[in-house]
């Protein structure tokens, strides 16, 4: 067993996620313990503050959800966040805790891995099923948390289009003396469709803890990337069957006037796990898009639950599903039927992609005054499902990845524009800084850029 690439129950420090040193390159410390048994193995997984949390969420302060004038913008902590938000890449900026946070996800994922290989031969049958729920739930770790990072650090993926382009090192040993270099993007999600498809093989069907994933979890992150990546019959295929894996709310029992209106844990939820902290998530001054303020009608619920009116000259996001000043980043039943309308709707059921955002919208306007949504036509349809999630996955990382993948498509590709202090800035449709530069200690080391 090497005895060195082990870890057990220990959080890295901070240094470890925001200094100065790869995490590629980061080495367990001596004094952690090795992970003998299943319980060992589990508790690994089990630590929410590695494996739940820190999902990347400078895409969302890129996205145009996010509105704010000049205050807000220089109460941001960090710069980093500055030039998000203006869409800036000058004075040295990097993006460090996405990177780090993410491939600590994969390391924990890997050591469990190994250990689980090395156990197989020996584990009883009376373990055999615990041992299988760890493999998947390791597998899926890692297959989220690299998918997580290709979708900052590389190109929106065309398949058969941009196949050789660069995607993210595909780190799959715990050893730290491995340094692979940038998998093209076609064997990276070729790497993370692999993971998922085996993390389903192995995961059960229920899991006792909404932080531990399950089957319909893993087939639901597959639903989402394979829409991502425009296999629309495999993205409907998969969440067709998912629609029934919870229960929808009901808006209307729901108290506006809470300070956050949804429950945490509440019965949408399928796999929590939290986007990671900056200064924007609990500014006052960071405004939701006042376009998309008019966008709730009336009779709309979403318009109360999701936004604080309580100052009109700045109205602010606080429906999170985490149920406070957190934003939701894991797997949820509302999105699924996103999925699944659209889905349908690309390949031609329009009545069946229809019939689902219905199903969806009528929980969540007022009782009794819902008016089913028509479309006779694959382009209204798609008009309505696509305008939809913006408005029911409102403040998630959602949007970044909305915006990368529609942009493909002249019809949705969208121009966005900030006005700040006097200045316009501009992100085009394909511009190079929808991607996030890869941290500079990488390219040091000699890890490639991004343009």
């Given at each position: 067993m090497q005895k060195h690439i082990y870890i057990l129950l220990t959080i890295l420090s901070a240094g470890v996620?925001?200094?100065?040193e790869g995490y590629l390159d980061q080495k367990p410390r001596k004094s952690l313990v090795v992970?003998?048994?299943?319980?060992?193995?589990?508790?690994?997984l089990d630590n929410a503050v590695i494996m739940n949390s820190n999902v990347p969420g400078l895409g969302l302060l890129a996205s145009d959800d996010v509105f704010m004038e000049e205050a807000g913008w220089a109460g941001l902590f960090a710069?980093?966040?500055?030039?998000?938000?203006?869409w800036r890449r000058d004075g040295g900026f990097e993006v460090i805790g996405e990177w780090n946070g993410a491939y600590q996800k994969v390391f924990y994922s890997n050591v469990v891995l190994e250990r689980l290989h090395e156990m197989e031969e020996v584990v009883s049958a009376n373990e055999r099923g615990?041992?299988?729920?760890l493999k998947g739930a390791a597998l899926f770790f890692r297959g989220s948390a690299f998918y997580d990072l290709v979708r900052i650090f590389a190109q929106a993926y065309q398949p058969g289009v941009n196949d050789s382009e660069m995607g993210i090192p595909l780190k799959l040993t715990a050893r730290v003396t491995e340094r692979p270099g940038r998998?093209?993007?076609?064997?990276?999600?070729?790497?993370?469709?692999?993971?998922l498809n085996q993390a389903i093989e192995f995961l059960p069907v229920t899991?006792?803890?909404?932080?531990?994933?399950?089957?319909?979890?893993?087939?639901?992150?597959?639903?989402?990337?394979?829409?991502?990546?425009?296999?629309?019959?495999?993205?409907?295929?998969?969440?067709s069957s998912l629609l029934q894996a919870g229960t929808l709310l009901d808006f209307n029992e729901l108290n506006p006037e809470d300070p956050f209106p949804v429950p945490f844990l509440n019965s949408e939820v399928l796999f929590q796990s939290v986007m990671a902290v900056y200064s924007f998530t609990f500014s006052s001054l960071v405004q939701v898009n006042p376009i998309l303020q008019a966008s709730y009608a009336a009779n709309d619920l979403r318009g109360r639950i999701f936004l604080n009116r309580q100052n009109?000259?700045?109205?602010?996001?606080k429906g999170s599903y985490c149920g406070n000043f957190d934003y939701f980043a894991g797997i949820s039943l509302n999105e699924l039927y996103l999925i699944n309308s659209e889905a349908r709707i690309r390949t031609g059921d329009v009545a069946g992609g229809m019939e689902v955002l219905n199903t969806l919208l009528e929980k969540r306007f007022e009782a009794g005054t819902f008016q089913p949504l028509e479309a006779s036509s694959v382009a209204t349809a798609l008009a309505f499902?696509?305008?939809?999630?913006?408005?029911?996955?409102?403040?998630?990382?959602?949007?970044?990845?909305?915006?990368?993948?529609?942009?493909?498509?002249?019809?949705?590709?969208?121009?966005?524009?900030?006005?700040?202090?006097?200045?316009?800035?501009?992100?085009?449709?394909g511009d190079n800084r929808y991607v996030f530069p890869i941290p500079q200690v990488e390219v040091d080391q000699g890890m490639k850029q991004n343009p």
């Open positions: 996620l925001m200094g100065c992970p003998e048994t299943l319980d060992d193995l589990q508790a690994l710069e980093m966040e500055q030039q998000t938000y203006l615990r041992w299988m729920a998998a093209t993007l076609e064997e990276t999600y070729k790497q993370i469709i692999g993971d899991a006792s803890s909404l932080n531990r994933p399950n089957k319909p979890v893993a087939e639901s992150l597959l639903a989402d990337l394979h829409l991502q990546l425009g296999n629309y019959s495999m993205a409907r295929d998969l969440s009109p000259q700045v109205v602010t996001f499902v696509l305008m939809e999630r913006r408005k029911e996955l409102l403040f998630r990382p959602s949007r970044w990845y909305d915006l990368r993948r529609l942009n493909n498509d002249s019809e949705y590709a969208t121009t966005l524009v900030r006005e700040m202090g006097g200045n316009t800035y501009i992100l085009a449709p």
